[in-house]
């Protein structure tokens, strides 16, 4: 697995964590019965996580319902982190913006069944969230300076049918706030992935369904799931 520019050929840089954003849609909180959150709900997926979105990609077997997630993915260019040094400040606004090498789109694969009973132990859900496979991830577009990141709109279709739409404008959070949020704890670095959170409609997949992602009027992706 590397990452793809949209324009073609790989990027120079390796795969690295997937920061990732729970309940940043409200709409998508309370179709899960959740608070919405008055603070980010961070958790990690690892590098191998990630998997190509195209042409086709797999489902765990045997676990469960595995849902889909639709989100826009940020991939970092250049080292962020407040946390450097006993003086260490916040990451500024600019500083956030300019590190930010690409965006695009991903699917954040959840094992729903799973992730609801060890939810319901009071246990960490991330064998339902970062399993081998669990982010397949469109290539990446190089951010323009005038892109908008507070405007973004993005939906998922199914086998032909509407399944979610998304609009960055949305987010409880949006994405600088994010990444000035997550580099207070952790240090995002050049190959990391922040997939900033799924509006609602969220549902299971199955195998053979036809999947076509498309973000903004900038680029769109079919693939399948086999």
């Not at 797999?58 to 991939?75: F, M, N």
Request: proline letters at 6%.
């Amino acid at each position: 697995m590397s990452y793809q520019w949209q324009a073609g050929g790989a990027v120079d840089m390796p795969v690295g964590k997937l920061v990732c954003v729970g309940r940043n849609y409200a709409a998508h909180a309370r179709e899960l019965g959740n608070d919405v959150p008055d603070a980010p709900i961070i958790f990690l997926k690892p590098s191998t996580a990630a998997v190509a979105l195209m042409p086709e990609f797999a489902l765990p077997v045997g676990r469960g319902e595995c849902h889909y997630e639709t989100e826009i993915t940020l991939l970092m260019g250049q080292r962020l982190s407040a946390t450097d040094g006993h003086d260490a400040s916040p990451v500024s606004a600019l500083q956030a913006r300019e590190a930010i090498a690409g965006i695009g789109l991903g699917l954040d694969l959840t094992l729903r069944d799973l992730q609801n009973q060890l939810k319901a132990k009071g246990q960490p859900w991330e064998l339902a969230k970062a399993f081998d496979g669990a982010a397949p991830l469109s290539p990446f577009l190089p951010i323009a300076a005038d892109t908008d990141l507070a405007a973004l709109t993005f939906s998922l279709d199914i086998n032909g049918q509407r399944r979610q739409s998304g609009n960055s404008a949305d987010m409880i959070a949006d994405m600088i706030a994010l990444l000035q949020f997550i580099t207070r704890y952790i240090t995002l670095l050049p190959g990391d992935v922040v997939m900033t959170g799924t509006p609602a409609g969220v549902a299971a997949l199955h195998t053979g369904d036809e999947l076509n992602l498309q973000l903004s009027e900038q680029a769109s992706w079919h693939t399948r799931v086999r």
